[in-house]
């Protein structure tokens, strides 16, 4: 059973930069996307973008300035950087496995992680 | 962005009766290689989101077959048979048809 666990800092200032990580157990990063999804308090859901092996990184056109996603193969792990965070940045930021097979869904997820940003 | 768009945003149902719930797009999902890239997500409370549904009808593996998916272009609908008791969360259509991937705003299903 493939189990994605993440983690990284949960309380930013302004103009920081946020980031998070993201394990993948009992299964490879190769032959998928790797994405990062995200959710203010008490709101709907946002994709920030995703990745894979080949470098084909697509972001979402409102945060592609500011954001980066990367895989380490040697690591099983992914990662995602939001630079220059501000107020609006405050959400559950959650990690999840995109598969061509399960119609480009998003079938497995990481346990998310709050991040505040706060002065 | 494709627009996706829920109803109803709350619906409270009796345990053991159907539910369903509805999301329209604002342009065709159509993939132009014929696939209708159209999924639905479960969150229970305190949780991260869970597949439930993937291209309009398929269930994901260990989801009940008491759930159910269909539609076809820009109207799709999520179909629960008989609500149980861990039913209970917010359900998100998602679209992955074209970048940016954009989801519903949630409807909420809570038991009268």
């Known amino acids: 059973q493939v189990q994605l666990q993440q983690w990284g800092a949960g309380l930013l200032k302004p103009s920081e930069t946020l980031s998070l990580t993201c394990a993948v157990y009992s299964g490879s990063l190769s032959d998928y996307y790797w994405s990062w999804i995200r959710q203010p308090p008490g709101k709907g859901l946002e994709w920030i973008g995703e990745n894979n092996l080949g470098g084909s990184a697509t972001y979402n056109p409102s945060l592609k300035s500011r954001v980066t996603i990367s895989l380490d193969t040697s690591k099983s792990q992914f990662s995602l950087k939001l630079r220059s965070v501000t107020a609006a940045d405050t959400a559950v930021y959650y990690c999840?496995?995109?598969?061509?097979?399960?119609?480009?869904?998003?079938?497995?997820w990481g346990q998310g992680t709050l991040v505040t940003v706060s002065s | 962005d494709i627009v996706m768009t829920q109803t109803p945003l709350s619906s409270p149902v009796t345990l053991g009766q159907p539910a369903s719930i509805s999301c329209r797009s604002s342009?065709?999902?159509?993939?132009?290689?014929?696939?209708?890239?159209l999924s639905w997500l479960q969150q229970r409370p305190g949780q991260p989101p869970r597949l439930l549904i993937y291209?309009?009808?398929n269930r994901f593996s260990g989801v009940p077959d008491r759930f159910s998916g269909s539609g076809a272009g820009t109207d799709f609908t999520l179909k629960i048979s008989r609500v149980e008791a861990e039913d209970v969360g917010v359900y998100y259509c998602?679209?992955?048809?074209?970048?940016?991937?954009?989801f519903g705003q949630g409807t909420k299903l809570e038991i009268k």
């Open positions: 291209k309009i009808s």
């Open positions: 999840a496995r995109v598969d061509e097979s399960s119609g480009w869904g998003l079938n497995y």
């Open positions: 998602m679209q992955a048809t074209q970048f940016p991937y954009t």
């Open positions: 342009q065709s999902l159509v993939h132009s290689n014929g696939n209708t890239y």
